[in-house]
């Protein structure tokens, strides 16, 4: 008699980090506050234009999500070590007649 399994479906988000779109959420109260405390200081105390509020605001987002991160953020830009076959006998660092 064959049984015919029925799985289940799993829910890919489990086990993900939260996010509000493509944004994480744990990123958003901080870049709140980066943004506003831009904008108090580049266009009200220093009468900048929103141009410069803006890229003022969106260097320091990338500054804060670089430095937050809970991942090696320039580990990813390591390149892996290429593996090939060797036919050279192993021969070790170290003597093994050394006292």
Do not use: C
């Amino acid at each position: 008699m064959s049984q015919q399994r029925s799985f289940r479906t799993v829910n890919r988000i489990l086990g993900e980090r939260p996010r509000l779109g493509p944004f994480p959420a744990d990123q958003i109260f901080p870049w709140t506050l980066i943004a506003v405390g831009n904008v108090f200081l580049f266009n009200y105390l220093l009468k900048a234009s929103w141009l410069a509020t803006g890229l003022a605001i969106a260097w320091g987002w990338a500054s804060w999500w670089t430095i937050s991160t809970n991942k090696d953020f320039f580990g990813k830009f390591v390149s892996t070590p290429r593996i090939s076959r060797g036919y050279m006998r192993h021969k070790p660092i170290r003597n093994s007649e050394e006292p």
